[in-house]
């Protein structure tokens, strides 16, 4: 598999596409402000669009969607749609064949509630559930419960050594690994609930006081 992260544009937004090698069939994940990049790309290569999938429904992940199936005549796929060629519905734990790639639908509610990470074979396309070194931004304690038991229960339980690829270049780092946000990102770090909504709470002064930018 080969995977293509693409500097979008918006608020330092990154977008991808993961093809399968043998078939040269792909998937894009928010395309969001540079489609046509990304379509660019995919033919300069060969490849076939197969899905696009938005990991959640805020403008700036979607606002592409629209030029996206211009080009491609592919219509972007958000949690609980229904895909059009298929008939197969967004759900959790739904595959999607591309290629040979087996694609698994994770729900992973607390940015929103119809965010989902897209997983194929040994990369995770988090959106904005997870970046490196942070997560994504809540409203209240309900919906920053929700992140905190996806982040545990849906993300943390991948293989140490699958790929994190962020919605957003706001980490150290534009990739990252389960295992290394689990042995350093500070939100994962915390032992319980309370100490995880804390520094949500507190993130500007934990930020000035560690140096993080």
């Given at each position: 598999?080969?995977?293509?992260?693409?500097?979008?544009?918006?608020?330092?937004?990154?977008?991808?596409?993961?093809?399968?090698?043998?078939?040269?069939?792909a998937?894009?994940?928010?395309?969001?402000?540079?489609?046509?990049?990304?379509?660019?790309?995919?033919?300069?290569?060969?490849?076939?669009?197969?899905?696009?999938?938005?990991?959640?429904g805020?403008?700036?992940?979607?606002?592409?969607?629209?030029?996206?199936?211009?080009?491609?005549?592919?219509?972007?796929?958000?949690?609980?749609?229904?895909?059009?060629?298929?008939?197969?519905?967004?759900?959790?734990?739904?595959?999607?064949?591309?290629?040979?790639?087996?694609?698994?639908?994770?729900?992973?509610?607390?940015?929103?509630?119809?965010?989902?990470?897209?997983?194929?074979?040994?990369?995770?396309?988090?959106?904005?559930?997870?970046?490196?070194?942070?997560?994504?931004?809540?409203?209240?304690?309900?919906?920053?419960?929700?992140?905190?038991?996806?982040?545990?229960?849906?993300?943390?339980?991948?293989?140490?050594?699958?790929?994190?690829?962020?919605?957003?270049?706001?980490?150290?780092?534009?990739?990252?690994?389960?295992?290394?946000?689990?042995?350093?990102n500070?939100?994962?770090?915390?032992?319980?609930?309370?100490?995880?909504?804390?520094?949500?709470?507190?993130?500007?002064?934990?930020?000035?006081?560690?140096?993080?930018?």
């Open positions: 598999m080969i995977v293509k992260q693409f500097r979008t544009g918006g608020d330092r937004n990154f977008g991808y596409l993961a093809a399968d090698e043998t078939t040269g069939e998937l894009v994940v928010d395309p969001s402000y540079s489609p046509a990049l990304i379509v660019a790309h995919a033919a300069e290569q060969g490849y076939t669009i197969r899905y696009v999938f938005s990991t959640h805020h403008e700036d992940h979607c606002n592409g969607n629209g030029e996206m199936e211009r080009l491609t005549g592919v219509r972007a796929l958000r949690f609980g749609d229904s895909c059009r060629e298929t008939g197969i519905r967004v759900a959790d734990g739904v595959l999607f064949q591309v290629g040979s790639l087996a694609v698994r639908i994770l729900h992973t509610p607390g940015h929103t509630p119809d965010s989902m990470c897209i997983l194929a074979e040994d990369a995770l396309f988090t959106g904005d559930t997870l970046f490196v070194g942070k997560v994504g931004g809540t409203w209240d304690d309900e919906e920053a419960r929700e992140e905190y038991h996806s982040l545990h229960d849906r993300l943390m339980v991948l293989p140490d050594l699958t790929k994190i690829y962020p919605g957003h270049d706001y980490g150290t780092a534009p990739v990252s690994t389960v295992l290394q946000e689990k042995t350093s500070p939100f994962l770090l915390q032992p319980d609930f309370k100490s995880f909504l804390d520094l949500k709470e507190n993130w500007a002064a934990y930020k000035k006081a560690h140096g993080i930018l």
